[in-house]
């Protein structure tokens, strides 16, 4: 079931080469519970959690070349080009010992759909989409308090629009494919878990109550 990360695009670094990996896409708003939720999966599951957003935050404070550009992009609740934010998870899916990885936050649109699939040659297993109202993410955002230069409401709005616009049509495509699962984000974090629970173990699994 799983693809193969091919050896282009590695830096200086010496990487495994062929490693076979199982990827899932974590997708929903901003807000809609994305981080919160791959914690409980990696908890009971033993996925390895990358976030798009925080390997572009590390990447800004490492003092990268791109951490300017990045920055800025962030403060504008923009998309930073695919390039930059594929070899960021290619090199810690490289790194890890693990092989099965949630993918937070990313395809966020078309071009990190596409140039992922054709850089690494990985196709997600599927995609667990978090549906939450515009409201409630907008509430959430408000009071998550981790200082993000980009959770106040002028940004917030901005990152709606693109979520909207460029976001939305990615879940699309992955829904014409059948591979979407998607998980009503709306209730309390433990009954949200339920619901992923119920997606993570197999139907062989699964006991009558
Ligand atoms: N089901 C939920 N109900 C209420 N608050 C939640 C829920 N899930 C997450 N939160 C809170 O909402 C904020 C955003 O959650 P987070 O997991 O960071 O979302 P995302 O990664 O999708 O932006 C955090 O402060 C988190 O504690
Ligand atoms: N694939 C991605 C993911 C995030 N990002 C940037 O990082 C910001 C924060 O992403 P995030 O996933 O941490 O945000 P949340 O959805 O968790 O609130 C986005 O608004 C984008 O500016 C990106 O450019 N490309
Ligand atoms: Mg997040």
């Known amino acids: 079931m799983g693809t193969v990360v091919e050896s282009a695009n590695q830096g200086a670094v010496s990487l495994p080469t062929n490693k076979k990996v199982t990827v899932i896409f ?31 935050r590390a990447e800004i404070k490492s003092g990268s070349e791109n951490g300017t550009m990045i920055s800025n992009m962030i403060k504008e609740g923009k998309i930073v080009p695919s390039e930059v934010t594929i070899k960021l998870l290619q090199r810690a899916i490289q790194e890890n010992g693990n092989d099965k990885f949630l993918i937070d936050g990313f395809p966020r649109n078309e071009e990190n759909r596409a140039a992922f699939e054709l850089v690494t040659g990985i196709e997600p297993e599927f995609v667990l989409f978090f549906d939450c109202p515009e409201a409630e993410m907008e509430k959430r955002l408000l009071g998550r308090n981790q200082g993000r230069e980009d959770d106040n409401i002028e940004t917030i709005r901005k990152r709606f629009n693109v979520y909207m616009e460029s976001s939305l049509p990615v879940i699309e495509y992955y829904n014409s494919k059948g591979k979407v699962r998607k998980i009503d984000a709306v209730k309390p974090v433990e009954e949200v878990f339920e619901a992923v629970k119920a997606v993570f173990t197999p139907a062989n699994e699964k006991v009558a109550a």
């Open 26 to 56: 974590v997708l929903g708003g901003p807000g809609s519970g994305k981080g919160t939720q791959c914690t409980n999966i990696v908890e009971h599951f033993g996925y390895t959690h990358l976030s798009a957003g925080d390997l572009l």
